[in-house]
T-cell receptor
Framework: GESVGLHLPTLSVQEGDNSIINCAYSNSASDYFIWYKQESGKGPQFIIDIRSNMDKRQGQRVTVLLNKTVKHLSLQIAATQPGDSAVYFCAENIDNFNKFYFGSGTKLNVKP | NAGVTQTPKFRILKIGQSMTLQCTQDMNHNYMYWYRQDPGMGLKLIYYSVGAGITDKGEVPNGYNVSRSTTEDFPLRLELAAPSQTSVYFC??????????????FGQGTRLTVV
């Protein structure tokens, strides 16, 4: 799920399978991270967040893992559904003023 | 609550024209943001504000101006539209303060084309 220039990386999964979307962040001082889901023609929507003092956080069907050593985030979606098809962005908070910087995104395509 | 409301949803501008993208939120959030999203890309921060009367530049502020006279409103001004400003613009707001859930709530976007 790394950015590769102008083309969004795409992850295609079968309905019911688990999905893993990856994100590399840039600043070791970032202390708060959010995953957003953006459906076509809509604004991004919050999925799950994690603070830098945690390695893992679970929500409903979603889990975020944080590896601060290699500055890497992942989003795991269990039992992926067609409604999960969207572009997923990770965002990092670099300072205390809630100024979020977004990654380039990964497109998740769920095949029925 | 309506959340974050942006107007207009679509706009076509000619090169050199000016316009204001409107953004208002009814969640009493102190922090507001303007992002642009080019096709197939992530969001780039243009300007942000931590409260009424306070604004600051983000990653890509050139060609834009903002003001924050009230907590609710955060308009984005394009003075001399250029083709490079063709993009989808998103306004967002969030709670202030550390230690809280501070996710940003986004508007539906304004699709701007400069020809």
């Amino acid at each position: 799920g790394e950015s590769v220039g102008l083309h969004l990386p795409t992850l295609s999964v079968q309905e019911g399978d688990n999905s893993i979307i990856n994100c590399a962040y840039s600043n070791s001082a970032s202390d708060y991270f959010i995953w957003y889901k953006q459906e076509s023609g809509k604004g991004p929507q919050f999925i799950i967040d994690i603070r830098s003092n945690m390695d893992k956080r679970q929500g409903q069907r979603v889990t975020v893992l944080l590896n601060k050593t290699v500055k890497h985030l992942s989003l795991q979606i269990a039992a992926t559904q067609p409604g999960d098809s969207a572009v997923y962005f990770c965002a990092e908070n670099i300072d205390n003023f809630n100024k979020f910087y977004f990654g380039s995104g990964t497109k998740l395509n769920v095949k029925p | 609550n309506a959340g974050v409301t942006q107007t207009p949803k679509f706009r076509i501008l000619k090169i050199g024209q000016s316009m204001t993208l409107q953004c208002t939120q009814d969640m009493n959030h102190n922090y507001m943001y303007w992002y642009r999203q080019d096709p197939g890309m992530g969001l780039k921060l243009i300007y942000y504000s931590v409260g009424a009367g306070i604004t600051d530049k983000g990653e890509v502020p050139n060609g834009y101006n903002v003001s924050r006279s009230t907590t609710e409103d955060f308009p984005l001004r394009l003075e001399l539209a250029a083709p490079s400003q063709t993009s989808v613009y998103f306004c967002a707001s969030s709670h202030s303060g550390t230690g809280k859930n501070t996710e940003a709530f986004f508007g539906q976007g304004t699709r701007l084309t400069v020809v």
